[in-house]
């Protein structure tokens, strides 16, 4: 330990990092592709851990929103782990977090990540959601009409915020909707989400969808579902099944979401015609920060 370094990234950095990354999901790791951008980050902090002058480790601790901030990126290369590399890369960026920031840390991790499951216990973040990973083929419409789904604009915020603080929906939606693998804290959001055109009410106010019909370029036929919450969870079913086919309304053909890890909710993607594209969850952790020293 006597022989780390843990600093920021630089920009001739970029061959090391692309090397680690290089052993990250087989070679398909999407840090290389926003190396620059995380090392020009105004705001959050781009880290990298050295051991006796090789690249061991780096993670990044990023500024999604006033008052959140996130950890990912984490990276350990596999010459180095088992030796306490994650460890010390996660303290180094809570520690980090709480020098600079205020508001709220939080990360996602799969549920079979027991260490980073410890990590998080360690350093005061409690799990506070969890998510399956899903997709659906887009249902065939029976015309060419959007259904039960009515899209909501910034006039609707009042009566969408309403909706969305209801105890009920708040134990669906932890107060949280996902983007991009990242959490957000929703009501905050949802001024950006409504003049954006993705939210949608199902069923006269019965439900209620987030959706992104652009999200990844590369994959122009998927709709992303970020968030799905009804006021009776037994309606769950039919929201998902009505989800395929707005899909289909809006030009998509597969639909992906992490709809949260309801106990039924295995059996309503399957009774909606969903499949589980990965047999594991994702937990989502969160701790406050308090104010910079």
Known sequence: MSEWVIRLARLEDEAAVRALSAHIWEGDDYVPDTFADWVADPLGRFYLLFAADRLAGFGKLTCLAAGEWWLE???VHPDFRG???ARALH???VALAEEMAAGVLRFATASTNLATHHLAASTGFTLVSRHLL?????APLPAITPGPFQPAGPDHYAAAAA???QAVVQEITAGLYEDGWQWFSLLPALPALLAAGRVYT???SSGL???DTAHDPEQPDAMWMNLAAT???AEMPALLADLRQLAAYLGKQTIKGKPPALPQMKAWLSAAGWQLSEDLEMFVFARSLRHPR
């Open 163 to 165: 909706w969305l603080t």
């Open 83 to 85: 030796q306490g590399i």
């Open 91 to 93: 303290n180094y960026a």
């Open 73 to 75: 990126g984490l990276r």
């Open 134 to 138: 899903a997709t659906a083929a887009a």
């Open 231 to 233: 006021q009776d969870v």
């Open 202 to 204: 199902w069923r006269n």
């Open 209 to 211: 969808a987030v959706v």
